[in-house]
């Protein structure tokens, strides 16, 4: 079975300070990991992923990801928030199956960027 | 190109109803899943179909049902409404069901009274 932890539900930042977004995954088998965002009454929008490649990953807007395998652990930042990335960040990963790759979310950490 | 997109935006439906939801794929994506995002959870995974075939089911009850059309649309319908029915119903579509990649649609805001 897999699952994700989110470690903080809220994230309260200042405009242009470094964004820290924690997550934790238990999976039996070699994971693919994702980070989306979801804005206010839009849908969800892929922001990078990690699918055994390098285990630094650069996504959109600024943000990438670090998977580490001893720590199962895979957290996204961004060195300066901007008021847009106000929004609920989800973490996710996805096992591969005979009936494909089902995505498994965490809880979401919503993100509040003051001015 | 045009992305995912779902129908209804928006629906109210009394308990014991039953609601039929829509969604059309990207272009030349074949396979679709259907999440379900109840207020302040991530979402659950419901079904995913390929080619007009289940080929993975969430932990959901038998009241909930979908199929895939020859053209990839999908329809997620729900019998016998409960108020727990209430969230939002996300529809996501990829090229086929190995692809790593999904794109999201707007989703649908289901309100069971």
């Known amino acids: 079975a897999q699952s994700v932890t989110q470690l903080d539900s809220h994230v309260s930042v200042s405009e242009g300070t470094p964004v820290l977004l924690r997550c934790n995954y238990s999976?039996?088998?070699?994971?693919?990991l994702f980070w989306y965002v979801q804005h206010p009454n839009k849908g969800l929008q892929l922001l990078l992923k990690?699918?055994?490649?390098?285990?630094l990953v650069k996504g959109i807007n600024g943000f990438e990801a670090e998977f580490k395998k001893s720590e199962t652990s895979f957290h996204l930042t961004k060195p300066s928030a901007h008021m847009s990335d106000a929004a609920e960040y989800f973490c996710?990963?996805?096992?591969?199956?005979?009936?494909?790759?089902?995505?498994?979310f965490g809880g979401g950490t919503r993100v509040l960027v003051k001015p | 190109d045009a992305g995912v997109t779902q129908s209804p935006t928006h629906l109210i439906k009394t308990r014991g109803q039953h609601v039929t939801l829509r969604c059309s794929p990207i272009?030349?994506?074949?396979?679709v899943s259907w999440y379900q995002q109840v207020l302040g959870q991530g979402p659950q995974f419901i079904f995913q179909?390929?080619?007009?075939?289940?080929?993975g089911r969430g932990n959901f009850p038998d009241r909930f049902s979908a199929r895939q059309f020859p053209n990839y649309s999908s329809e997620l319908n729900v019998n016998a409404l409960l108020l727990g029915d209430s969230a939002l119903y996300l529809c996501?579509?990829?090229?086929?069901?190995?692809?790593?990649?999904?794109?999201f649609g707007p989703g649908t805001r289901l309100t069971v009274t």
């Open positions: 990690y699918t055994s490649a390098a285990t």
């Open positions: 999976s039996s088998y070699s994971p693919s």
């Open positions: 272009s030349g994506h074949k396979s």
């Open positions: 179909y390929y080619e007009k075939e289940e080929r």
């Open positions: 996501a579509s990829k090229t086929g069901p190995s692809s790593y990649e999904q794109y």
């Open positions: 996710v990963v996805s096992v591969s199956s005979a009936a494909g790759n089902k995505l498994t």
